[in-house]
């Protein structure tokens, strides 16, 4: 289930890219050929680009797509891989991901309790929301990382 889900976020984030573009465009059109500002849509952009990024860390990792120095890895047998991600998901990634969590939620909180709105007059007012990502972002990198440590002792106990 955990795995469903996060594929559904980072499918459905990774149409924002799209969407970026086409409203980077509209903003350059309104701003230097119709000399017009559009703070809203400018920042829309920034939100959505938060989205892509934080939202799309757990999928990225889902499907392998971090960057690794693929010098000794790509050479390994399965064994050996999967000991390497195990060790890598419980050693690091987690601890990380814990102590990420730990320090976002009450910069996260603190923005709630006041509804921290855009310092552009014109802005989003919802800057609560965008910060909100960064204690999900964690959590979703917790638990794909625990559905990859699980996968990876199934490997070892099966090879094993």
Known sequence: MIDRIIDLLGRSVAWLAFVMVIITIFVMVLRYGLDISAIMLQELVIYMHGLVFMLGLAYTLKHDGH????????????????????????????????TILVFSLPYARN?????????????????????TLVPLAAILLILEALVLSITAVQSLIKRG
């Open 111 to 131: 923005s709630w309790l006041i509804l921290e709105a855009s310092p552009e007059v014109a802005g989003i007012p919802a800057v609560f929301l965008l910060k």
């Open 67 to 98: 960057v690794r120095v693929d010098l000794f890895y790509s050479r390994m047998r399965d064994r050996r891989r999967a000991i390497v991600n195990l060790t890598g998901h419980v050693v690091f990634l987690i601890p990380l991901s814990v």
